[in-house]
């Protein structure tokens, strides 16, 4: 197995080991390990306490950069949806993943795997209840203020 891959396993199950979820993330730029993350959420009472998450905060906080477009993200697990959007946002271009969200739900965890296929669905569709309020005729519009910055 890949050094990083065999890394961010070792973290998951060193993890599991000390109370949390099977999933660990190595960040890695030049054949290098940058940040690490494990999944937090026994210890943090914070959604966003995901293995992948945490490597990209790090990474972003101590390079002082929103871009990670040069560096590559192993999981152990197939990353959520949400640790991917973050990884679109980040710019990243490439991640490789061990278990995937199936194996992940067959051990019970199987939440990624049912957000994965509510976002299939059409916005109405969603168990989650998203509603469009427009805002009030001359109400202050942070789209326009943002439009019109120099
Ligand atoms: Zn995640």
Excluded at 85 to 103: D, L, R
Excluded at 112 to 126: F, G, M, N, P, V
């Amino acid at each position: 197995m890949d050094q990083f891959m065999e890394r961010a396993v070792e973290l998951a199950a060193g993890n599991v080991r000390e109370g949390g979820q099977p999933f660990g993330a190595v960040l890695v730029k030049d054949n290098k390990i940058v940040t690490e993350g494990v999944n937090e959420l026994h210890e943090t009472y914070d959604v966003s306490g995901h293995a992948e998450l945490l490597a990209i905060r790090r990474a972003q906080k101590q390079l002082q950069t929103n871009d990670l477009s040069e560096y590559t993200m192993y999981a152990s697990g197939e990353p959520c949806p949400m640790c991917l959007a973050a990884m679109y946002f980040a710019g990243i271009g490439k991640v490789y993943y061990g278990a995937s969200v199936e194996n992940a739900m067959e051990a019970g965890l199987g939440k990624a795997k049912s957000i994965y296929d509510d976002l299939q669905k059409t916005k109405t569709e969603r168990t989650l209840s998203m509603i469009q309020m427009p805002l009030d005729e001359g109400q202050e519009n942070p789209m326009e203020i943002w439009k019109q910055r120099e």
